[in-house]
């Protein structure tokens, strides 16, 4: 019995053997044969690995800028909401904050995008990052193609929109605030001339009030008395004025062609920031695109 009990358990260890060398699952095989190779899984590069840290902080900025753009534009629509009572509303497709919001949904849509993407190795993130840069860039490219094709009609719509701002004026702050930063600094009032203030109806001589007949103070040839102190009223009273007196108060050139003159003189400026905003936008999408490289590389 002893010499039974003993052959046991090498009967049951012979048996497992014969089970292991026929019957197996072929992993376990494998991990019991040293003689078979098995690849070390795919690693970043130390490269990669600051490639997207980079493209994780490029987007977090972009992706600040864009809320402070959007805080920027809701503050100014919400300060100008009319008050109770309050008669004069400003029509919100042409108040120049919706810029604001717009351009900051967008930018900063688009770099949440971008900065998920680089921080949760996802690639339908990038590729959505990517594709909104490529429809940006599509749509700059665009807008210059039309900026040098249309060149007139964009300066009727720059007429038409100058006309509109002479009729808003006292309807919407920021406006009344574009308009007398155009005229004090070109030195213009008025559309063609001064006399195009008659078509405002506060300023226009049939109005009642004590602008009646008068002009902003932005297109005195003198708006500050003694030197120091602004005088609102300078421009008051000038429409009815005749075109040698009235010339020795105010500016009687119009802005339409001030602010031409202007533009075409800030054609290299404008250039030059359309060329850094595109190539800002093609570093953006070099760091996505070697992000979403190494992430796919990594998944085969």
Known sequence: QASRLVELPYSSFDDDDDDDDGHSPPGDTAEQDPGVWYPDPPKLSPFSHCVRHLAFLWN????????????????????????????????????PMLLFVLAGLGASTVSLAGCLGAFRASPCLLRFFLGALLTFGGLEVLGGLLLLLARRRLRDALRDLLLLCLLRYQEDPDLQFLVDEVQRNLQCCGLESYRDWESNPYFNCSAPGVQACGVPASCC?????????????CGFGVLGLGAAAAGAVVHTGGCGAALGTWLRGQAGAVAAGATALVLVEAVGALMALRVLRDITALRV
């Open 60 to 95: 977090l900025s972009f992706l600040l800028l864009g809320l402070l753009l959007l805080a920027v534009g809701v503050w100014g629509l919400l300060a100008k909401s009319p008050l109770p009572g309050d008669e004069r509303r400003v029509p919100l497709g042409s108040d």
């Open 221 to 233: 040839q003198d708006p500050l008395e003694n030197g120091s102190v602004p005088n609102v009223q």
